[in-house]
């Protein structure tokens, strides 16, 4: 049992990646903060957990926002009295080409997709003990992209670079740092997503379950992974090598 008396919070725990990964952390032990801007979703998560027989609350949480990121941290601390992995998972996209792009547009998707691993590392990390464990989730778009997702891209590539970054700044603390970067995976975002939908971005290789993320989360944010620090993997079914 990876998890068992850890305290983990799952941004976008509501679907997909995210709900797999609570779902998974709970299974093995972990006592799950399942954060969602969509509450009822992330009630809908904590049901399955606790129908499974875990431990889970559920709390709406727009990540973009620095108060509401601090009261989830709260609610986790006075829920559970720890806090030991964050999974930084909840994102957005835009479809528009830049120079037809709403400023706000663009930076909501900056402040939704990077703002949100900088609040919940800033506000969270000082209530971590040693041997905890953050993740951040890139994307495949940080290598090799395409176009009108142009903020989504940036925010990811930033996101492996604040993994590194901060991923040395908690050393001494000896919390670790790290990134997952998903390719083609079966969820929502995916199939709604008009490149997609239009054939403008084909889908080529590979496409993962929401499930085969959760195992890479929760291996890099577990103990079996207490050496690998700093470092973005991969999980993309080879799609990167196609691109």
Excluded at 177 to 185: D, Q, Y
Excluded at 194 to 207: M, Q, T
Aim: aromatic share 6%.
């Amino acid at each position: 049992m990876r998890f068992s008396s850890k305290t983990c919070i799952v941004t976008g725990g509501g679907s997909g990646i995210g709900r797999a990964t609570c779902v998974r952390m709970a299974a093995e032990g972990g006592n799950v903060v399942v954060a969602d801007l969509n509450v009822d979703a992330a009630k809908a998560t904590v049901d399955q957990i606790t129908a499974a027989g875990g431990k889970a609350v559920a709390v709406e949480v727009d990540v973009g926002n620095s108060a509401q990121v601090q009261n989830a941290i709260a609610l986790a601390l006075s829920t559970y009295g720890s806090l030991d992995v964050i999974v930084n998972d909840a994102a957005m996209m835009t479809f528009t080409p830049i120079v037809d792009l709403p400023e706000s547009d663009f930076f909501r998707v900056i402040t939704t997709n990077l703002g949100s691993v900088f609040y919940f590392a800033k506000y969270g990390a000082p209530h971590m003990p040693p041997g905890s464990s953050i993740v951040n989730i890139s994307s495949v778009h940080a290598h090799e992209t395409t176009a009108n997702v142009v903020p989504y891209a940036a925010s990811k590539g930033a996101i492996e670079a604040f993994t590194r970054g901060f991923s040395i700044e908690m050393e001494a603390r000896k919390i670790r740092v790290n990134a997952v970067a998903p390719g083609a995976v079966d969820t929502p975002m995916l199939w709604n997503n008009p490149n997609v939908k239009s054939g403008a971005e084909k889908i080529e290789g590979s496409i993962g379950k929401p499930e085969d993320l959760a195992a890479a989360i929760c291996f890099i944010s577990s103990d079996d992974a207490r050496f690998v620090n700093g470092t973005t993997l991969v999980v993309d079914g080879g799609r990167l090598d196609i691109l």
